[in-house]
C-alpha cells in the first residue's frame, strides 16, 4: 500500500513532513516546494508498513528561500 498527502506552502519554500504514529514510530521527509506551492507527499509501502494502522499525526513546517521558517501546522489521518 502507498497513501500521498497535499502540502500547500509558499512556491519554492521547503517542506518537512513529520509522521509519527501512536506508538512513537516516525519517519520525515523533505520537500522542495513546487511552482504552484501544491505539493505531493508520497508514503511508500515501506513507509506506510512502518507507520502501521491507527492514527498517524503529521507535522510540517516550511522554509521560504529567505529562511524564514513558518508556524508548525498539524493534521492526523488513520490508517485502517
Known amino acids: 500500500s502507498t497513501g500521498?498527502?497535499?502540502v500547500v506552502s509558499e512556491p519554492g519554500a521547503?517542506?518537512?513532513v513529520h509522521f509519527q504514529n501512536a506508538s512513537g514510530?516516525?519517519?520525515t521527509q523533505t520537500v522542495d516546494s513546487a511552482l504552484l506551492g501544491i505539493n505531493h507527499?508520497?508514503?511508500h509501502a515501506a513507509d506506510v508498513t512502518l507507520l502501521g494502522t491507527g492514527l498517524?499525526?503529521?507535522q510540517v513546517t516550511?522554509?521560504?528561500r529567505a529562511?524564514?521558517?513558518s508556524p508548525m501546522s498539524y493534521t492526523q489521518f488513520t490508517v485502517i
Open 14 to 16: 521547503n517542506l518537512s
Open 62 to 64: 516550511a522554509t521560504d
Open 41 to 43: 507527499v508520497v508514503l
Open 56 to 58: 498517524i499525526q503529521v
Open 4 to 6: 500521498v498527502i497535499d
Open 67 to 69: 529562511g524564514n521558517v
Open 25 to 27: 514510530q516516525s519517519l
